[in-house]
Every structure is written in structure tokens, then in C-alpha cells.
């Protein structure tokens, strides 16, 4: 994969007025770009790199700021200020921002990455299997998707918090106490995930998509006042990233080398990461059969009230969160028909 010519590269490009015609927003709005600032992290957030880097949303019709975060705590800050319109933000802080004054709601799925998130045990811990927990310290980031897969995991084998010594550690330090045998593992995200296994010799044990927790996901998050304002923004924001779906699906090379700028790994760790967490299929957001739809009332729309009553469990959000009325279809629904009234 490192080893593509530079006519690939050029194929691409050559291919990207091609997409913006069947994507991009009309001549006229071209030419009256919208401004939008996004919020992100260097996650497995594959459309959107591609899109920035390969000026995607310019070609859409927007002017757009990036704002980069370390973690998703963080945005929850930055929206209720108004800083940023668009967060690609885990479920967790996003929950968690609707109880501290954020007004937001998802317009879409980054990535379905309950593969990309999971337990890696340092060597020699004794830790073959979730079952060997029992009694060893483990790393996680309290508030974040993986604070919640950690704890299901250790549900699902009949763990209890007592059996364990619980530590909360950005996954920087949680690197850094794996390499150091000041823990025995580590919940956590990629890229950390792969740095765990290539810079600390540690093994990956289980993805939560392995254990079928699936409600850990990273969503796109609009504010909804900012939304109700600038709704043609909102969908030039998803024709980008159906853009850039559409670049790696003929060459996902072009996002393997984006992620591995974008992380600082080494390539085959981005070629890996893609193999277990690949791009969302944004065609799918709108069927209600799908695990991860937008519909309302459909399988995700039941498992965000399963993390509420978890978040609360956990004292990380201190009062219920109506869900009823937290994700938006509208958006991507419009966005998905523009290609048929282009052509």
C-alpha cells in the first residue's frame, strides 16, 4: 500500500471534479462558500480527512475552520461557547453535553467503530482473555465510549468493579503506564490501540464490536440552533464526506495515508485499522433495518437510552437525558437525494 505510484494519486485528483458534480452543491452556491467550524480529534474519522485534506468541502460549497481536540470531553466545552458548529464527538460526551447545557443533535455515524475501540493487555500481565481482568489495574478515560465499553465488557463476564482497580488516564498516559507495567491493560481507541501493540509489545485481547457492544460510536453532532440557521451549510457538510466515501471506495489508499499522517503511525498500522474500522456507508443512515440508522425509534435510537441509563449508573452525567428527539435524518436524507437532482 506504501508503495503506490504517484499515478494513483493523480488518478484521484483527475477523479474529484467528477465527484463535485455529482455531489457538490450548485455553481451559484459555489461561488457564496458557507462557513462552518468543525471539531475533531485524531480518530478513525476517515471521510473527513479525506475531505479536508482533499478540499472536499471547499468543492461543496463551504469555508471551513478545523478545530482539533485530544478528546471528546473537550468539544462539550466548545460548543456550549459557541467555538465550534459540527463536532465529530464519541456517543459518550455527547450524551454527556446534553446534561451541561449543549444543544445538539447527530446528523450522522463516524465511523461504526465498535472494531476500532478494545482492550490491549501489556505482555506478561496474564491477561489471555476479558475473563482474566480480575484483579488487575486497567487504564480507560472516564466520560469516554471506551469508559462505556469497559464496563460492559466486565458486566458481560460478571466482573465486579471491586475485582478491579480502575484507573482514569488519558490514553497518552495510558501508553505511556502500559510501556512502564504501571497498568496490566488498557481500554482504548485507536490510534492508541495500535501504538500499544507496536511500541509496548502489548496484545490486543478483544474489540467491543467482538463482544457485541455497539453503542460506542463516534457521531457527527450539529448544534441545533446553529442547524436551524445554517441547514444548507449542514448538508453541503455531508455531500463532502458522500465525496469522499466515494474516493475510497476506488482508492482507500488515498484515507490510509490521510490517517497516518493524521495519527503519526506508520501506514500498515492505518492499513490495519482500516481493515477492522472502515468508513461508514452513508446510504444507510437513512434505513431504519440498519444497526446503526438515524431513523428514530430504530436499533441505535434504543441503545443511545441504554447509555443514558448507563451514564447515570455511572455518575458520569448526573440527570436523565431525553432521547427522543437526539437524531436528525433530515440531513443526510437531503443530502443523499442532491446527486439525483443534479442529474
Same mark, same amino acid.
Do not use: C
Given at each position: 500500500?506504501?508503495h503506490?505510484t504517484t499515478?494513483?494519486?493523480l488518478? +484521484?485528483?483527475l477523479?474529484l471534479p467528477g465527484l ?6 450548485p &455553481?451559484s452556491a459555489q461561488?457564496? #462558500? ?9 480518530n478513525?474519522?476517515?471521510l473527513?480527512?479525506v475531505?479536508r485534506?482533499?478540499h472536499?468541502f ?6 471551513p %475552520?478545523?478545530?482539533?481536540?485530544v478528546?471528546?470531553p &473537550?468539544? +462539550?466545552? *466548545?460548543?456550549?461557547e459557541r %467555538?465550534i458548529?459540527?463536532a465529530s464527538?464519541?456517543s459518550?460526551p ?9 444543544d445538539?443533535?447527530v446528523?450522522g455515524?463516524? &465511523? ?7 482492550l490491549?493487555?501489556r /505482555?506478561? =500481565?496474564g +491477561? ?16 469516554s465510549?471506551a469508559?462505556?465499553?469497559?464496563m460492559? *465488557? ?5 466482573i465486579? /468493579? ?5 484507573l482514569d488516564? =488519558?490514553?497518552?498516559?495510558?501508553? =505511556? *503506564?502500559?510501556?512502564g507495567?504501571? +497498568? ?5 481507541w485507536e490510534p492508541w ?6 511500541e509496548t509489545?502489548g /496484545?490486543?485481547?478483544v474489540?467491543?464490536g467482538?463482544?457485541?457492544?455497539y453503542?460506542?460510536?463516534s457521531v457527527y ?6 442547524? %436551524?440557521n445554517?441547514r444548507?451549510?449542514?448538508? /453541503?457538510?455531508l455531500r ?7 474516493v475510497?471506495?476506488?482508492?482507500p489508499?488515498v484515507?490510509i ?9 506508520k501506514?500498515e498500522?492505518?492499513?490495519?485499522i482500516?481493515?477492522n %474500522? &472502515?468508513p461508514?456507508?452513508? =446510504?444507510?443512515w437513512?434505513? #431504519?433495518?440498519?444497526r446503526y440508522?438515524?431513523?428514530k425509534?430504530?436499533e441505535?435510537h434504543?441503545r443511545?437510552?441504554y447509555?443514558v441509563?448507563f451514564?447515570l449508573?455511572e ?6 437525558v431525553?432521547?427522543?428527539n437526539?437524531l436528525?435524518?433530515s440531513v443526510?436524507a437531503?443530502?443523499l437525494?442532491a ?5
Open positions: 500500500m506504501r503506490k499515478v494513483v494519486v488518478l +484521484i485528483l477523479l463535485g458534480a455529482v455531489h457538490a452543491s &455553481p461561488r457564496s #462558500p458557507l462557513p462552518m467550524t468543525i471539531g475533531f480529534q485524531s478513525t474519522d476517515w473527513l480527512l475531505a485534506d482533499l472536499l471547499e468543492q461543496a460549497g463551504l469555508r %475552520s478545523f478545530v482539533k481536540f478528546a471528546g &473537550p468539544m +462539550i466545552a *466548545a460548543a456550549r %467555538s458548529d459540527v464527538i464519541g459518550v455527547f450524551i454527556s453535553g446534553l446534561t451541561q447545557g449543549v445538539w443533535v446528523v455515524i463516524n &465511523p461504526e467503530n465498535a472494531y476500532g475501540e478494545g490491549v493487555a /505482555r506478561g =500481565s +491477561i489471555e482473555t476479558v475473563a482474566d481482568l480480575a484483579g488487575k489495574r486497567i487504564g480507560f478515560y472516564r466520560g465510549t469508559h462505556f465499553g469497559l460492559m *465488557a466486565l458486566r458481560q463476564l460478571g465486579r /468493579r471491586d475485582q478491579v482497580e480502575l488516564m =488519558s490514553p497518552a498516559e495510558q501508553l =505511556s *503506564a502500559l510501556a507495567n504501571r +497498568i496490566d491493560a488498557a481500554m482504548v490501540m495500535q501504538r500499544m501493540v507496536h509489545q /496484545r490486543l485481547i474489540t467491543e467482538a463482544m457485541g457492544i453503542a460506542s460510536v453532532a450539529a448544534r441545533s440552533e446553529w442547524l %436551524s445554517n444548507e451549510a449542514a448538508v /453541503r457538510f463532502a464526506l458522500l465525496m469522499a466515501s466515494e475510497m471506495q476506488k482508492a489508499e484515507g495515508r490521510a490517517l497516518a499522517r493524521e495519527m503519526s503511525i501506514e498500522w492505518a492499513e490495519a482500516y481493515e %474500522s &472502515p461508514p456507508d452513508l =446510504s444507510l437513512v434505513d #431504519p433495518r440498519y440508522s438515524l431513523v425509534g430504530a441505535f434504543r443511545l437510552g447509555l441509563t451514564l449508573e455518575e458520569v452525567i448526573s440527570e436523565e431525553d432521547v427522543r437526539i436528525d435524518v443526510i437531503e443530502a437525494k446527486p439525483e437532482a443534479g442529474r
